[in-house]
């Protein structure tokens, strides 16, 4: 038996700012420990000054619920068909079913990883022609990377179906200078423990209306209708922010530029050290995109090469990982309709993320560098 030695090093792991807590005991000592609260009020305005361009957040429990209500507030229902990346995270696809609705799986394109501009308009009219026009649309910035913004955002509007975008994993990406969580009709974020930034668990809405926060907020907070006893007249759900969580928030916002900055770092170790190496390439910005780096990703020239630098790193105590299985290959989407092309199967077979944390020493950078040369070599 081998006995690992090593420091672990995660793949994404929590690193708070300093001034999370102070914001925790403020809400204990004023005794605001509920799902409402002066840390909700200013973590929403935090990201919407954050965000910019006039928009509104509604920060809730996930971001897996954040899709839930924002597909829902689309207008998605039972027996519909939505529009969904089938390179990503299953958080993406997920909430569709819970409404009862289908999703429908949509490749990626080589250049930016994210959905293929080609395939979603090959699907579109497919659906149409049969009768089926989709609802929406879910297109997701994965690692960061910032989608084909410009032709998805043609696409929805020249047919006119919605752009629910998945931000997930964007936060602090932009776009040509816009922030990447304000492109599409609707946007969620997530600060779940391994994102860029975390409040343990938690995640916002993004939307252009105070009207649409209001009444994500409503149907967050049970849809209690306005009246002196408990009336309902729609089905609520229970999916808004902790005071407490809240305030890991405010005190994550303050570093959440400099985290952005150390993760970009990383990434520019990496393919500084690497970068002569044939075998191996990495995920690369498109023009305008700025990516937060959230996870540094390469692709290695075979499945082979690619297991064999996840397990040497693994047997190092190093946590890597491949990238996103497709959805459109998982045992749960099996039946679902697709339109694929290859690239997200290729990009599964051959990717790896390696360790991307804001708080890696950069001792950690030089061991993982120097184990992945010492294979290529
Ligand atoms: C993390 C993630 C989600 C889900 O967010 P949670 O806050 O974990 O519910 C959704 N989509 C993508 C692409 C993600 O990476």
Redesign the pocket.
Known sequence: MQIITNKKVWLSSPHMGGKEQDYIKEAFDSNWIAPLGPNVDGFEKDLEQYLSKGVCAAALV??????HLGLRLLGVKQGDEVLCQSF??A??ANPITYLGAIPIFIDSESKTWNICPNQLEIAIKDRIAKGKKPKAIVA?H?YGMPYNVEKINKISLLYGIPVLE?S??ALGSTHYGEKCGTFGDMA?L???G??IITTS???ALVTNSKEIKDKAIFLATQAKDNAPHYQHSEIGYNYRMSNIIAGIGRGQMQVLDSHVQKRRNNYNFYLEQLKEFKDISFQKETNGSYSNRWLTCIQTSSYKLREEIRITLANENIESRPLWKPMHCQPVFEKNISYVNGVSENLFDKGLCLPSGSNLAIEDLKRITSIIKTILQ
């Not at 996930?62 to 899709?67: D, Q, V």
């Open positions: 996930s971001g897996t619920a954040s899709l990503t995270f958080a993406s997701v994965l998945d997930a994993e969620i997530s600060f779940n391994n994102k668990g938690g995640g």
